[in-house]
């Protein structure tokens, strides 16, 4: 993860336990910005030194970096900077406890949905990280719209028709025989939206489709 990430990704069980240690998690928000530790520590009224063992653990945890050195009278200020603007845990920090679609047979339950949600992150979290250390961007297509049905008439008819769609796209592109070609995984889920107002109007997919094309990074 670098200082201009846009999501970073905490991916093992002590990265987690140090982000999610109360104190430190208040710091890493705060250090979305930089800042020393002499400055994190005049914001929250704690003492410096409490400050610095805090920033020492978060920065051994990959999550801040430093940015800037600024000599000052007989010390050298340490400018701080979060890694990432904001965070989500890999389920693979949970180990054997982390979700897995193996073990959810039922593909309309909510436990299937959120058992291929935890796969789309463990995945993407994972080359992300190859392609940053190959110097080269990941990419990818996303997706998103909001539906508002009439009843669950619809709602079924609407499942079968987008399966149907989809299907067909997948028999008019795939190609099992291009050796060249690049290989995706798409995934598509549903669940109830929030009231109303919350979103006031639909969005079309087209507005909110957002791809990259970069050189691939194959897995």
């Keep these: 993860m670098s200082a201009t990430s846009t999501v970073g990704v905490i991916e093992d069980m002590e990265q987690a336990a140090t982000a999610l240690e109360p104190t430190r998690l208040r710091l890493l928000a705060a250090l979305a910005a930089p800042d020393s530790a002499a400055g994190l520590a005049r914001r929250f ?18 999550l801040i970096t430093l940015v800037e050195e600024r000599p000052q009278r007989g010390f050298v200020e340490r400018i701080m900077q979060a890694t990432a603007a904001a965070y989500v845990v890999s389920p693979a920090t949970l180990g054997e406890l982390a979700a897995d ?15 291929l949600a935890a796969r789309v992150i463990r995945d993407v ?3 992300v990280q190859r392609a940053t250390a190959a110097g080269k961007r990941l ?44 290989s995706f995984r798409f995934v598509i889920g549903g669940y109830p939206d929030g009231p109303p107002a919350a979103t006031s109007t639909a969005v079309s997919p087209s507005a909110q489709s957002r791809a990259t094309r970069p050189a691939p990074v194959r897995p």
């Design 125 to 127: 979290a994972s080359l």
């Design 45 to 62: 009224h704690e003492p410096r030194q409490q400050i610095n063992y805090h920033l020492r653990r978060l920065e051994s945890a990959g």
């Design 101 to 115: 679609l193996r073990d959810v047979g039922d593909r309309f339950s909510a436990g299937y949905l959120l058992a």
């Design 139 to 182: 990419a990818t297509f996303s997706l998103e719209t909001h539906v508002r049905f009439a009843n669950p008439a619809a709602q079924h008819a609407f499942a079968d028709e987008l399966t149907r769609a989809v299907a067909a796209l997948v028999a008019k592109y795939h190609d099992g025989t291009a050796s060249d070609g690049r």
